[in-house]
Nanobody
């Protein structure tokens, strides 16, 4: 079992920044590929970013490339999502998720463990 707890969400103006954190406990954190997803009202939960076990490799959904940065600190069992140049369309509940079998997968079904989510609201 892995427990994931997100934090760092909030209300920010367009163009601003937020840093989300996801603290993990339970099984060995470095064994998991990690991902961030988001879900806006009335929409499907969608992939945002993913990072490999050691943090050397990442991938991003096209609309956040160059604005968002995923990173991890395995000594702190934490994965981060730095979000810059935020836009109103980034408004959503953001979830972190853990993938035991691989990393970088974009399908929700690939991730075994999920956090409870943190709300990000970007005002125009």
């Amino acid at each position: 079992q892995v427990q994931l707890v997100e934090s760092g969400g909030g209300l920010v103006q367009a163009g601003g920044s937020l840093r989300l954190s996801c603290a993990a406990s339970g099984r060995t954190f470095s064994s998991f590929g990690m991902g961030w997803f988001r879900q806006a009202p009335g929409k499907e939960r969608e992939f945002v970013a993913a990072i490999s076990w050691g943090g050397a490799a990442t991938n991003y959904e096209e609309s956040v490339k160059g604005r968002f940065t995923i990173s991890r600190d395995n000594t702190k069992n934490t994965v981060y999502l730095q979000m810059d140049s935020l836009k109103p369309e980034d408004t959503a509940v953001y979830y972190c998720a853990a993938d035991y079998a691989a990393w970088g997968r974009r399908e929700r079904s690939a991730y075994e463990y999920w956090g409870q989510g943190t709300q990000v609201t970007v005002s125009s």
